[in-house]
């Protein structure tokens, strides 16, 4: 198999937005109709949702997934702070003066959610609908298992070495991945010049009160309220160890009204465990509430 085969899974036109501190944002923009910004998780990139985006296209809607810069085809650079501040910064930028998009909705995966929340309690009149899929963390949910990569030296080799990271990510969920698919995954990362960003993300998660980042955690468990009355689909992998059940049932505490499915079989990466039922959930529920 050759080593760039998973191109053809994701066979979009690029399009480019310089940032405010001059680096390059890759985004893709398919179909036309109501706009829905989809943005990924940690160690993932807008590859996730390479199936979703043509199913949402033909519903009547424009897709927009977006690549944070340090993740998939945007710039990876090495000094650069890679606060969450400044991907919400980023992201502001696209949505409001790049695309200039009066409303919008959202569909989220894990560390995605934390920016595109903050973005929705800043600005709920520019928000429609909501889908979190396997979503943020809150502070005193973190993973354990970051502390390690914490560790001064050890935990930036660890992040950074032989593509550890990713590697565990493709393979953490309960269905295997063809190998073109985990190379899809992998493809943005091969070298360790490419991976800046996986080591300073776990420098990013707010471990305590005095972390720059953790008041933008903190808002989201604090002014979820902001958004309770617009439609919110939350969709969880059981076997998910990053944004473990327990995550699941905070959301379902601070959004009640929400409509909230787990799956028993799926892990972090939803739309490849259950790639059949998923994404038919999404697009049914978005023309439930299409207005």
Known sequence: MRKDAWKNLYPYDPNWMTTSQ???????????????????????????????????????HRAIAIDQIGYGLSDHPENWNYHLSDHLQNFTQLVDEELKLPQFDLIMQGWGSTIGLNYAIAHPERIRRIVILDGTVFPGHLPKGYTLLRIPFIG??????????????????AKNLPQVVQ??????????????VIANF?????FSEKHPSWQLYHNIETQIDTLASKPILILWGEHDSITPMETFHHWQ??????????????GHLLLEDEATEAPPL?????????K
């Open 183 to 196: 190379e899809g995954y992998l493809a943005p990362y091969e070298k360790w010049s490419d991976r800046a």
């Open 202 to 206: 776990i420098n990013d998660l707010p």
């Open 156 to 173: 930036k080799h660890l992040a950074r070495s032989q593509n550890f990271l990713c590697r565990a990510l493709t393979g953490e969920h």
């Open 282 to 290: 999404v697009t049914r529920f978005l023309l439930t509430y299409a």
């Open 253 to 266: 505490k601070l959004l009640p009204n929400a409509l909230a499915i787990s799956f028993p079989d799926a």
């Open 22 to 60: 001059g680096h390059r944002l890759h985004y893709v923009s398919f179909g036309r109709g109501t706009p829905i910004v989809l943005l990924h998780g940690h160690l993932t990139w807008s590859f996730y949702y390479r199936d979703l985006i043509p199913l949402l296209a033909t519903t009547g």
